[in-house]
C-alpha cells in the first residue's frame, strides 16, 4: 500500500496574525471618518454662554467694588475653559456621544469652577489669618470722630442708658457703644456698636461669616432694602439700607458693619445722603470708632 498522504497543519504564527488586508480596510475607514464627536465644539459653547449669563448677574451683585467687564470675564473664564476641555475630550473620543450629554458634562463643572475661583477667596480673605489680633478689636465713642463731634447732654446719656439696658437684657456678655455726634447745625450721625466677647458664639460667627451677622443684626432693627457693599480697609462686612419715614422726618440711612470684634451702625440724618455716600462716610467713621488693644 503507498503511505498517506501528510496532511497540512496550520502554522500558529502566522493564524495568530491580522490579516493585513483587514487592518489596513479599518485604518483607511477611521481616517475618512474622522471623530464620531466632529460637531462638539457647536454643542458646548452654547452652554457656556448659558452659563455665563445665568450666573454673571450674581457675581455682579457680589462683587460692586469690581467693574462689570472683570466680573462677567470671571465668569465666562471658567465656562469657556471647562467648554474647552469637554469638547477636547468629546473629540478625542472614539464613541459618539448622546446631545443630552453636553449640558451637565459643561454646566455643573463650569458652575463649580465659578464658586471656586470667585466665592471660595472672598470667603477666605473675611476669616483673620490672626483671629487673636483681630479679636482684640473694639469700638468706642471719641470725642471727635473725624469731621464728627460728640453730644453730650441729658438727652444722649437717657438714650445710652436705654440701649444698654435693653442689650443687656437680650445677653449680658454683650458691651453696648453709643454717641450722639454732629457735624454740622442739620448733619447728625447717631452710632451704636456692641463688643463681642472672644468665647461667645456670635464671636465666632462674626470670623467666619461676619455679612450673615450683620444681615441677621440689621433684620432685627427694622431696617429695609440692605444692600451689601464695600467694607473697606478693615474688612469683615458692610451694608446699607434704610428706616421708613416717620412723621414729619425723611427716610434715615443706615450703615452697619462688622468684623471679629464686634457690630456697628451708624444712622444718618442727612440731607441728599445716599446708600453709596453714607457707606464712604461710614468707612472712615468706623476707622475712627474701632481701636485694637
Do not use: K
Amino acid at each position: 500500500m503507498p503511505p498517506p498522504e501528510p496532511t497540512e497543519t496550520a502554522d500558529p504564527a502566522a493564524s495568530a496574525a491580522p490579516e493585513p488586508a483587514v487592518r489596513s480596510e479599518q485604518g483607511s475607514h477611521r481616517a475618512v471618518g474622522g471623530s464620531p464627536n466632529r460637531t462638539a465644539w457647536l454643542m458646548v459653547l452654547p452652554w457656556a454662554a448659558v452659563t455665563t449669563a445665568v450666573l454673571a448677574p450674581f457675581v455682579v451683585s457680589r462683587h460692586p467694588d469690581q467693574s462689570t467687564a472683570s466680573s462677567i470675564g470671571a465668569v465666562a473664564g471658567p465656562a469657556v475653559l471647562v467648554a474647552v476641555v469637554c469638547a477636547l475630550v468629546a473629540w478625542r473620543s472614539t464613541s459618539a456621544w448622546s446631545w443630552w450629554l453636553y449640558p451637565p458634562i459643561v454646566v455643573i463643572p463650569a458652575v463649580a469652577l465659578v464658586v471656586l475661583t470667585n466665592e471660595v477667596p472672598d470667603r477666605l480673605e473675611n476669616v483673620p489669618q490672626d483671629v487673636g489680633d483681630q479679636g482684640n478689636r473694639s469700638l468706642v465713642a471719641p470725642e471727635q470722630a473725624g469731621p464728627w463731634t460728640l453730644q453730650t447732654g441729658a438727652g444722649p446719656q437717657a438714650q445710652e442708658a436705654e440701649l444698654r439696658e435693653r442689650l443687656l437684657r437680650a445677653d449680658e456678655t454683650l458691651e453696648p457703644v453709643y454717641g450722639q455726634y454732629r457735624r454740622a447745625a442739620d448733619d447728625i450721625l447717631v452710632y451704636n456698636g456692641i463688643n463681642v466677647p472672644a468665647s461667645t458664639d456670635l464671636a465666632r460667627e462674626l470670623v467666619g461669616t461676619p455679612e450673615d451677622a450683620l444681615r441677621d443684626y440689621l433684620d432685627g432693627t427694622g431696617i429695609v432694602d440692605v444692600v451689601d457693599l464695600p467694607p473697606g480697609d478693615l474688612s469683615g462686612a458692610m451694608a446699607c439700607g434704610t428706616i421708613p419715614r416717620l412723621g414729619p422726618y425723611v427716610d434715615l440711612v443706615v450703615c452697619g458693619w462688622a468684623d471679629s470684634g464686634g457690630i456697628g451702625t451708624a444712622t444718618y440724618r442727612v440731607d441728599g445722603i445716599n446708600l453709596e455716600s453714607a457707606a464712604e462716610t461710614t468707612r472712615d467713621f468706623r476707622a475712627d470708632v474701632t481701636v485694637t488693644d
